[in-house]
């Protein structure tokens, strides 16, 4: 834990430098298949420092997630499996030292798939479920990928933008309220946007 919090501080400390746009891009785009810290950290603290380039850094950390989303997906169809059923030595290297990653979870998130197809891409999305998982899982059973792609940007657009919108309207006062309520309400949109979509389906 005491390492994760210096994780945590390191990815914070680019709030200060000069380069924090480029590393909120590449902290966005790692997060999405490896990284540990989501990189709403930065975008919050980004974004209360110039509230004026609020929508821009929304804007870069989801080129940046979507990209990284890619390259999971790629990692995933492409690197995954030395075999028919048999992980590769990247996949195990995973299972030994990414967060979140192990062989139960994996077979888990297969059956999610067979239940909900490219929803739960899209509930990993905008929700706290680790979105690496998702993208990399989506790769290695073989998840449409123009869906895939097409639920990624949705989803992750909608989560960085109104994660800037927050801080541009209300500013400061408003980061207690995301460090508390943040991920219980984008589960409970993700929850009516899914019951949405699918009563459609049943009633049109």
Not at 53 to 81: D, E, M, N, P, Q
Request: positive net charge; charged residues 10%; proline residues 4%.
């Amino acid at each position: 834990m005491n390492q994760l919090r210096k994780l945590y501080n390191w990815v914070l400390h680019w709030a200060d430098t000069k380069y924090g746009m480029p590393a909120l891009f590449f902290l966005a785009f790692a997060e999405s298949s490896f990284f540990p810290i989501p990189p709403d950290v930065l975008l919050i603290a980004l974004a209360l420092g110039h509230k004026s380039k609020a929508f821009r850094f929304a804007l870069i950390c989801s080129i940046g997630s979507i990209a990284g989303g890619v390259t999971g997906y790629c990692i995933g169809h492409f690197a995954w499996w030395s075999g028919e059923g048999v992980y590769s030595a990247l996949a195990l290297f995973f299972f030994d030292h990414v967060p979140g990653f192990s062989d139960a979870v994996f077979q888990k998130i297969q059956t999610q798939y067979d239940l909900n197809n490219i929803f739960i891409v899209f509930t990993a999305g905008f929700t706290p479920i680790p979105y690496k998982i998702i993208t990399i899982t989506a790769g290695a059973f073989n998840i449409n990928f123009p869906m895939f792609l097409i639920a990624s940007s949705i989803s992750r657009t909608a989560r960085f933008f109104l994660v800037s919108f927050l801080i541009w309207k209300f500013g400061e006062p408003i980061t207690d309220f995301i460090d508390r309520y943040f991920n219980l309400l984008t589960i409970i949109f993700t929850i009516l946007l899914i019951g949405g979509f699918l009563a459609m389906k049943l009633f049109i």
